[in-house]
């Protein structure tokens, strides 16, 4: 029995800890920079997604370039990854393809939660930013384009290759909450809606009843509520 008791310690430590649970009220915490923290997350999506919006508020002190939210096909690692490269700086790649908008320096040198959400239709090409409920100028990038829904998706990290491939210079290092995707463009009024934690219909992802497994040095814990305000 001991064995058996060693084995299922050492097996569940190898594949971390799967869940699906309601996450409100918490974050997921990336203690440290490593090549081994992160968090998977399954969907039932099964055809390919011709438009998308992503919204989530993290909290970092991190200067440098990092991945929230990295959706990898077999055949493109970058099909869907969200990189802030910099304070100012954010990537939003489509089928490897990156668009890139400037925002502006915080006027506190003190860290303060972000709100982000982006989005991109394949008609048309356009990518919205919105950061802390402020549109940025649209872009287009890969207009006509698919994406693929048979992804490896994972947050904290940005994935080189299909389910790894991961830098410790580009992994997440803070909290992470309130992640919300939809398969389709959220409209101006829609946006408002999730900043003020209103229920929309037809999630792809869904932080109330989230599927996840956490792989390596990350904790679930209640947000730091004090904290979150933006400085």
């Not at 908008?101 to 303060?112: D, K």
């Not at 409920?133 to 290759?161: C, E, T």
């Not at 900043?195 to 932080?207: E, F, K, Q």
Request: glycine fraction near 8%.
């Amino acid at each position: 029995m001991g064995t058996l008791h060693t084995f299922l310690l050492i097996l569940v430590g190898l594949i971390g800890s799967r869940a699906q649970e309601d996450l409100q009220g918490k974050a997921f915490v990336f203690a440290e920079a490593s090549t081994t923290a992160y968090v998977v997350l399954n969907t039932a999506q099964q055809q390919p997604l011709t438009g998308f919006t992503v919204c989530l508020k993290f909290y970092t002190d991190l200067t440098r370039e990092f991945g929230l939210f990295s959706w990898a096909t077999s055949t493109t690692d970058n099909d869907i990854l969200i990189l802030r490269s910099k304070p100012t700086l954010y990537n939003l790649y489509v089928g490897g393809t990156a668009v890139s908008f400037t925002v502006p320096s915080r006027q506190s040198t003190r860290p303060g939660e972000e709100k982000l959400c982006v989005s991109w239709e394949s008609a048309t090409g356009l990518v919205e930013l919105w950061l802390d409920g402020q549109p940025f100028p649209r872009k287009g990038v890969k207009k006509g384009y698919f994406i693929h829904p048979k992804a490896s998706i994972v947050l904290g990290q940005d994935q080189d290759s299909y389910g790894g491939g991961f830098d410790a210079s580009q992994s997440f290092v803070g909290e992470l909450r309130d992640l919300y995707m939809w398969d389709r463009v959220l409209t101006a009024d829609q946006i408002s809606l999730v900043w003020d934690d209103s229920t929309l219909p037809d999630y792809l992802i869904n932080w109330r009843s989230l599927p996840h497994d956490i792989r390596g040095y990350v904790v679930v814990k209640p947000f730091l509520a004090p904290l979150y305000s933006a400085q």
